[in-house]
């Protein structure tokens, strides 16, 4: 392994150093861990787990910044990051109800790059690149293409589409990690949409605040700042992510006048109890980030291991639910197949009718009636 970076992680072990290099996003990138020697070493794996994990990695990389492998107790095979971004054996067994595009972004990609599935919004993908390969996310099935960012064609094509589809108001820019792009890249991009007079708000999906927040740097939110209104959704899936760092990522951005939301997705043994997503959202919280959507994580290839059952996520809703503050309390969505949308779901409140009185279940359990009028 890298020398320097192993230094730097032992540094990290400690309370972390003021390397420059450390805080430079670009040596975090390039120092990304993505070897299975390098991982077996820092791992200890023996020689059978580096077999495995080859034939994991043939099918879906592996990437994890210097930054989001030092989160990681090296001594805990459980630990909640780790579960997150090294490969795991169970990703390639044979699994018949997953499937690797399950939302059907492919036939509803319009152009490369553009997918236009509701009237007023599209999604725009710059890159297939991420700083970190998170083992459950929904496009995995990028990962084994061969590493691409848009070119300035397709982007001509993408800002043309747009202009011509005068419903389009919201346009989410995602990835991939967009924010891997350098910052006169991201600008290009952010002048031709804002060229585009009936765009009226461009949302970015970014993991960088968690996994890699030296790149929310002073001379991306000061470029951001122009382009606004901008509203950012980033993906903290566990308390421990919550880190001097990446809190002052996010003051960062809200501070340039950006609302940061939290996407999370619940996840099997990572965050899938009352206690742990109370944790997460009231930290959360704290930072100034607002707990937006806990999604069900989607029935995609490689992820069985890490999905829970519906109920799991409608009990974490009714553990939070009035026990904490309701900004505190995301919504449950599933992302329906094939375009379907998503859809919100929580614990049942309603419990009947009674005469003019509508029966309810209060957050402790009781039951009690409630007038409703008649329209
Ligand atoms: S950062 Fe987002 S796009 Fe990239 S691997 Fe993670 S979930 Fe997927």
Same mark, same amino acid.
Request: charged share 25%.
């Given at each position: ?22 805080n430079d996003w670009r040596w975090q990138l390039k120092n990304a861990l993505s070897n299975i020697e ?19 990695? #043939? ?10 492998? #030092? ?80 070119? =300035? ?145 989607? =029935?995609?290839?490689?992820? #069985? ?63 009690? #009636?409630?007038?409703? =009028?008649?329209?």
């Amino acid at each position: 392994m890298n020398t320097k970076l192993q230094e730097l992680l032992l540094e990290y072990d400690e309370p972390p150093g003021n390397s420059s290099q450390w805080n430079d996003w670009r040596w975090q990138l390039k120092n990304a861990l993505s070897n299975i020697e390098d991982l077996a070493e820092i791992f200890s794996f023996s020689k059978e787990e580096v077999e495995g994990l080859k034939r994991v990695i #043939a099918k879906y990389p592996f990437s994890i910044t210097p930054y989001y492998l #030092a989160l990681i107790d090296r001594k805990d095979p459980r630990d909640p990051v780790r579960l997150q971004c090294l490969p795991f054996l169970e990703e390639v067994a044979q699994h018949s109800r997953l499937e690797d595009d399950p939302l059907g972004e492919e036939e509803d990609t319009v152009i490369p790059g553009l997918v236009h599935r509701y009237p007023d919004r599209v999604l725009l993908t710059l890159t297939n690149i991420c700083p970190v390969y998170c083992r459950h996310c929904t496009r995995k099935r990028e990962w084994r293409k061969t590493k691409w960012v848009r070119r =300035p064609e397709e982007l001509e094509e993408i800002y043309r589409y747009i202009s011509l589809h005068k419903g389009i108001r919201d346009v989410i820019i995602s990835g991939g990690e967009p924010l891997i792009l350098s910052t006169a890249k991201i600008e290009s991009i952010f002048r031709n949409l804002r060229n585009i007079p009936h765009v009226e708000i461009i949302r970015i999906g970014t993991r960088c605040p968690v996994v890699l927040p030296q790149r929310i740097d002073e001379e991306l939110v000061s470029m951001l700042k122009k382009y606004r209104p901008i509203w950012l959704n980033t993906h903290f899936n566990h308390p421990r992510e919550v880190t001097k760092e990446s809190a002052e990522a996010c003051d960062k951005i809200l501070c340039a006048g950006i609302p940061v939301n939290n996407q999370a997705v619940l996840l099997k043994g990572i965050n899938d109890s009352v206690e742990i997503m109370t944790k997460l959202c009231q930290g959360l919280l704290k930072i100034g980030v607002r707990p937006y959507y806990l999604f069900q994580c989607d =029935p995609v290839s490689g992820t #069985a291991h890490l999905r829970t059952p519906i109920e799991k996520g409608l009990e974490i809703i009714k553990g939070m639910r009035g026990f904490t503050s309701g900004l505190c309390v995301p919504t449950f969505v599933v992302d329906g197949p094939k375009g379907q949308g998503k859809v919100p779901l929580q614990p049942d409140y309603i419990i009947g009718k009674e005469g003019e009185n509508i029966l309810l279940r209060g957050y402790k359990g009781e039951i009690f #009636a409630y007038h409703n =009028p008649e329209t």
